[in-house]
């Protein structure tokens, strides 16, 4: 089961800021999941779209420049990071899960998957691209059918992991308050990946472990990784 640093080692900094996704990379994760949004054509690395619970800013960030949100303190001093800089800071020493919140996000990231392609040799298909918005994924899968897509849910629905199937997913990721064995057995049945947001109890860890999942998203790392060592299937 892999371990994925949910917004980096937020548990312990500031998330979303690259002083996390350092500390995740210092805990052995395995990969990080972060949040983006676009302004002035550019990923920005934020989970609320509002900014007074992670910045010394307020109101909404499209109420912003780029360069006026890059003046902001996201914790400990850290900016709020553009996506680009944590492509550079984490090549080669894990895999990303880049979830798009904002409605606006697909342009912008098509062209920044090029950008990277082209100056860093990124291989693009490390990536696992999700979102809630079911629609922004269809539109991606058209636009670069090779990318990995995760499928976001947070419920249990009737057909289980049919949706993730109709959008030719990589994989499902459950919220870990309505996932079963069902679920992940349905999933599985479609050849699709299991990850499960957001796991840090060693209770929900061991019953993850005994459904088999793929991966969780886990705001410690470290302490998830003994959890997991520990749990009893
Ligand atoms: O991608 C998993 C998880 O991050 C989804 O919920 O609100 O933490 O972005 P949220
Ligand atoms: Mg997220």
Redesign the pocket.
């Known amino acids: 089961m892999q371990i994925i640093a949910?917004?980096g080692a937020s548990g312990d900094f500031p998330e979303n800021t690259l002083l996390a996704f350092e500390q995740a990379l210092l805990q052995g994760a395995d990969a990080i999941?972060?949040?983006v949004f676009a302004l002035d054509g550019e990923l920005v690395v934020i989970?609320d779209h509002h900014l007074e619970r992670t910045t010394n800013g307020s109101g909404s960030i499209y109420q912003y420049s780029l360069a006026q949100l890059q003046q902001l303190d996201a914790g400990l001093g850290q900016p709020v990071p553009l996506l680009w800089q944590v492509l550079v800071l984490t090549q080669g020493k894990c895999w990303l899960n880049i979830?798009l919140?904002g409605a606006d996000t697909l342009a912008p990231l098509l062209a920044l998957l090029q950008r990277a392609e082209q100056q860093l040799q990124y291989d693009c298909q490390s990536l696992l691209i999700?979102s809630f918005n079911h629609h922004l994924l269809a539109a991606l899968k058209q636009a670069r059918p090779e990318l990995r897509l995760g499928a976001l849910t947070a419920c249990l629905p009737l057909d289980y992991a049919a949706f993730a199937s109709a959008l030719d997913a990589y994989s499902v990721h459950c919220d870990v308050s309505f996932i079963n064995q069902q679920m992940v057995t349905d999933a599985k049945a479609r050849g699709l990946k299991v990850y499960v947001?957001t796991v840090d109890a060693a209770d929900d860890i061991a019953r993850l472990k005994h459904y088999s999942v793929d991966g969780i998203?886990c705001n410690y790392p470290a302490l998830s990784r003994a959890r997991l060592q520990h749990a009893k299937t």
């Open positions: 949910h917004r999941e972060l949040d989970h979830e919140k999700s947001y998203f």
